[in-house]
């Protein structure tokens, strides 16, 4: 299943699944948190289309022939809504691609292991390189991403990994989202290391980057359909300016989470600038 859309108009979202039903895409509603309720496509082959209709159907919901479906498809039906209910797991699977899922399976399993007792371990193989010989060992200038130190940091890193790189990696490429990761990962560690210490870890720097990406690509060339809800990029811009400022009361890597913000706007807009060259 692929989850569609969110809308927080129960009746409206029927009245698209019924519309759809009649053109033979199977539609289904499921609730979601805070009133909304979400449209998930049970075949992703009719992705294309019903994608499209969706846009018309935004754009115009209250036209005729979204009426006329429903009063077609209420003949048949016993219930006036049939909400179901995906497996977690299908959620995560569907709002993500391979590359999101690989990250977030490492990030978690190697934060299961660092909480079962073996932190000096998994420090000593994936910390950012600052000894002698470290530097050749060339995956510490990404591994650093997935160790993180408590329930919080990898749980808030995590999430926002699947929500913002499940995102591109869905609406752009899997070969974007590595490409920013890498990128990413590799300046902002290089920046925490040369102004803070080599004591840091977690995707944090990777999904500023990640934000700022969406972000200035919703501004700088919204037809590739990547943004960001300026409700998500408030909240990531206030908790940086939060860390800086030093009152969370909680270790910080500030300086990764500048740094990973503005790879990811210089990195948008490179790449919406060589769009229009290309056009």
Not at 31 to 54: K, N, R, S, T, Y
Not at 109 to 133: K, R
Request: charged share 10%; proline share 4%; hydrophobic share 55%.
């Amino acid at each position: 299943m692929y989850r569609l859309a969110g809308l927080s108009n129960p009746r409206q979202a029927q009245a698209f699944i019924d519309y759809m039903a009649s053109r033979n895409i199977a539609l289904s509603l499921a609730p979601e948190p805070e009133g909304m309720f979400a449209i998930w496509l049970h075949d992703a082959q009719d992705l294309v289309e019903a994608e499209a209709e969706l846009n018309l159907f935004l754009a115009n919901p209250f036209d005729e022939k979204y009426q006329a479906a429903s009063w077609q498809v209420a003949e048949s039906r016993t219930a006036r809504f049939a909400y179901r209910n995906p497996s977690l797991i299908n959620m995560v699977k569907q709002q993500a691609g391979p590359f999101t899922l690989t990250i977030l399976v490492a990030a978690l399993g190697i934060a299961v292991l660092w909480f079962l007792g073996f932190q000096q371990f998994l420090f000593d193989w994936l910390h950012f390189p600052f000894m002698d010989g470290d530097q050749w060992q060339v995956w510490r200038f990404f591994s650093h991403t997935l160790l993180h130190f408590s329930v919080i940091h990898v749980v808030f890193n995590c999430l926002w990994w699947w929500i913002l790189g499940g995102q591109l990696e869905q609406h752009g490429s899997s070969s974007k989202l590595v490409q920013v990761f890498l990128l990413s990962a590799l300046i902002s560690g290089f920046a925490q290391f040369w102004f803070v210490g080599p004591n840091f870890g977690g995707l944090s720097g990777v999904v500023y980057a990640l934000m700022g990406y969406l972000w200035w690509m919703g501004w700088l060339a919204p037809e590739r359909n990547l943004s960001l809800p300026n409700s998500y990029a408030a909240f990531m811009l206030v908790w940086l300016v939060l860390g800086f400022a030093d009152v969370l009361g909680m270790s910080v890597a500030n300086m990764a989470h500048l740094f990973g913000l503005l790879t990811g706007c210089g990195l948008a807009l490179f790449d919406a600038k060589l769009g229009r060259a290309k056009a």
